[in-house]
């Protein structure tokens, strides 16, 4: 067993690190490839391929979550406004 989660890492022929993913997005497999970090510094460490894999695959799940919306009561115990249509909320 591995003991630390480094699929998707490998070396380059350089020295340095690099990652890959593959995401699902609407029916579409997307497959991402990446050897630099967001600043544009290469991956020197194993390490720092790992994490920066791990917390762009997260970034990229919660990107994609709808955003929840809700009113704070429900439309039966809103107020209308006499002049306009819009919704009071008291």
């Known amino acids: 067993m591995a003991k630390q989660n480094d699929a998707g ?3 380059l ?3 340095n690190w690099a990652y890959r993913y593959v995401l699902m997005v609407n029916g579409v497999r997307k497959e991402v490839r990446k050897a630099k970090d967001e600043f544009g510094a290469s991956f020197k460490t ?3 391929a790992i994490k ?3 917390a762009a695959i997260d970034s990229a799940q ?3 979550k709808p955003k ?5 009561k429900p439309l039966g115990q809103c107020k209308r406004d ?3 249509s819009a919704v ?3």
Do not use: D, I, M
């Open 52 to 54: 920066a894999r791990q």
């Open 9 to 11: 890492v490998y070396k």
């Open 13 to 15: 022929k350089n020295g």
């Open 46 to 48: 194993k390490r720092e």
């Open 68 to 72: 929840v919306t809700s009113l704070a």
């Open 88 to 90: 009071l909320l008291s």
């Open 82 to 84: 006499s002049k306009s």
């Open 62 to 64: 919660n990107s994609r």
